[in-house]
C-alpha cells in the first residue's frame, strides 16, 4: 500500500523559499500513470490545490501561485518537492502531499492517497 | 477556474438523522472527475466518494452520491458518531483544480 510522508522545515522565513519533500513508500513513483500533487490546508480553513507533476516532468500550476512555484521529481529517490519562493505570512498553512489517480489509471480522477500534512509557519 | 459551492456551511443533526450535503459547480463539469472528501480534526482528508456516485474502499453504504453537470450531492443516510467531520467537494476536470470551502456536520 502506497503512503506519503512530507518532510522539511517547519519555520521559514518572510521572503525566503519554502521547501518540502514527499518520500513515496510502499510503491514505486514511476509505476502506474499517477500524478503527484501539492495542495495546502490554512489552520480552520478549506483546501487549496497547488499544483502536480507527473514523472515526466511535466507540471501545471495554480495560476495564484504559479510564479513562486516549482514542483520537481525525483524518480531515483522515490520523491517529489515542492518550492515556494518569496513567501509571506499568508503562505502559513498545513502542507499536503498526495497521488493523483488520472482516468488511463482508474477511469476516474481523485486523489486516492494523501500524506498526513506537515505544517510550515511563515515568520521571522 | 471552476468554483464550487458547498452548501450548507454547517449542518447541525443528530445520530441517526440523515444528512445531504450540496456541491454546486459554476460551470458543468464532468462527473468523472468529481470527487468528496472527509476530514477529521488533525488529519489529512479521506477520499469518500470518487466519479460522483462510487463509494471509495472501506467507505460504508449509508454514504451515497450523485449528480450531474453543476449539482452534486452526497447524503448520509443515518449519521453515525464517526461521520462527524468536515466534507468537501473537489473537481480535477479543469485546471487549476479547485475544493469547495467544506460543509461541517456537526452533532447538534
Known amino acids: 500500500q502506497v503512503q506519503l510522508q512530507e518532510s522539511g522545515p517547519g519555520l521559514v522565513k518572510p521572503s525566503q523559499t519554502l521547501s518540502l519533500t514527499c518520500t513515496v513508500s510502499?510503491?514505486?513513483?514511476?509505476?502506474?500513470?499517477?500524478?503527484w500533487s501539492w495542495i495546502r490546508q490554512p489552520a480552520g480553513k478549506g483546501l487549496e490545490w497547488i499544483g502536480r507533476?507527473?514523472?515526466?516532468?511535466?507540471?501545471n500550476y495554480n495560476p495564484s501561485l504559479k510564479s513562486r512555484v516549482t514542483i520537481s521529481v525525483d524518480t531515483s529517490k522515490n520523491q517529489f518537492s515542492l518550492n515556494l519562493s518569496s513567501v509571506t505570512a499568508a503562505d502559513t498553512a498545513v502542507y499536503f502531499c498526495?497521488?493523483?489517480?488520472?482516468?488511463?489509471?482508474?477511469?476516474?480522477?481523485?486523489?486516492?492517497?494523501w500524506g498526513k500534512g506537515t505544517t510550515v509557519i511563515v515568520s521571522s | 477556474e471552476i468554483v464550487l459551492t458547498q452548501s450548507p456551511g454547517t449542518l447541525s443533526l443528530s445520530p441517526g438523522e440523515r444528512a445531504t450535503l450540496f456541491c454546486r459547480a459554476s460551470q458543468s463539469i464532468s462527473g468523472s472527475y468529481l470527487a468528496w472528501y472527509q476530514q477529521k480534526p488533525g488529519q489529512a482528508p479521506r477520499l469518500l466518494m470518487y466519479?460522483?456516485?462510487n463509494r471509495a474502499t472501506g467507505i460504508p453504504d449509508r454514504f451515497s452520491g450523485s449528480g450531474s453537470g453543476t449539482d452534486f450531492t452526497v447524503t448520509i443516510s443515518r449519521l453515525e458518531p464517526e461521520d462527524f467531520a468536515v466534507y468537501y467537494c473537489?473537481?480535477?476536470?479543469?485546471?487549476?483544480?479547485?475544493f469547495g470551502q467544506g460543509t461541517k456536520v456537526e452533532i447538534k
Open positions: 498526495a497521488r493523483v489517480c488520472p482516468p488511463v489509471s482508474c477511469h476516474y480522477y481523485y486523489i486516492d492517497v
Open positions: 473537489h473537481q480535477c476536470g479543469s485546471p487549476p483544480w479547485t
Open positions: 510502499g510503491g514505486s513513483i514511476t509505476s502506474g500513470s499517477y500524478y
Open positions: 466519479g460522483a456516485s
Open positions: 507533476t507527473y514523472t515526466s516532468g511535466s507540471t
